[in-house]
């Protein structure tokens, strides 16, 4: 998830809400963003991974069928939101990542390796918003 | 100010968010979050390359459906927690139903809190009775 600045602008919390079927009007600043609207904050992360950038290279079809990656075995297993207060439209806010706990765990079809993410969202006046926490599933051979 | 003012533990409520989910509603997904895997949006990537059956929706498509039904529900500002994990895959076709229920009612910092325990179920034309898609938790604060 994102490091760095994440501006709420009301055309991209317009857009959100119209891929979770809402039908509004565009935002007004104040109003709150859709409760899972911090996700979005990889449109900011100049290294969000799973972007295509111009001149690199990309895991998906075009001329042929695409690449497999390491990156295709990784699955959201989970994901937790703490509201220290609503996200509303104006808002800018600054996206800080750490990694948390790792685990595995041996299921019927191998490995599974968990990877914990905590990222916390502050406001201009540096107060915590959101704080967000995933946790990815990669399977490994055994 | 939104919410609920009244609610008893126990009490359930239910909600379909989507119906018929269709590829394209996956693709504004993609591009309004900036997640461009393409396992969500490339049918011959995900199907040839990745062993798919078919692209599946993001997992965060389904959590924000979920949200915007809880935010319904409690009033987008008094939500406090809101959490899951995801269990199975939700593909292009499924209808998804939130199903939410009061688990309990406590204090926090002197405003009462309701937790509620929530459920997203999948269901297809290939499957009558719906499988869980994802599962957790959402706190709201109750109006006074």
Known sequence: ?142 | MTGLREVAIGQTFETVVVEDLKRTQIVQYAGASGDYNPLHTDEIYTTKIAGYPSVFAHGMLTMGLTGQAIAGLVGPENLLRFGVRFTAQVWPGDTLAVRSSVARIFEDDGAPVAEFSVSTVAQSTANGEGREVMSGYAHARLAR
């Open chain 1, 1 to 142: 998830m994102a490091a760095g600045r994440f501006p709420v602008e009301a055309g991209h919390v317009l857009a959100f809400g119209r891929a979770l079927g809402l039908d509004q009007g565009l935002p007004r600043i104040g109003d709150v963003a859709p409760p899972t609207f911090a996700i979005a904050s990889a449109q900011f992360d100049p290294h969000y991974p799973l972007r295509p950038r111009p001149g690199g290279a990309w895991h998906g079809s075009g001329g042929d069928a695409g690449l497999v990656t390491e990156r295709a075995g990784g699955l959201h297993g989970e994901q937790h939101f703490v509201y220290h207060r609503p996200v509303r439209v104006g808002d800018v806010m600054v996206g800080t990542t750490r990694p948390g706990e790792e685990w595995e765990k041996h299921g019927r079809s191998g490995r599974l390796r968990f990877r914990e993410q905590i990222t916390e969202f502050r406001d201009e006046a540096g107060e915590l918003v959101v704080t967000a926490r995933s946790v990815s599933v990669q399977r490994e051979a055994s």
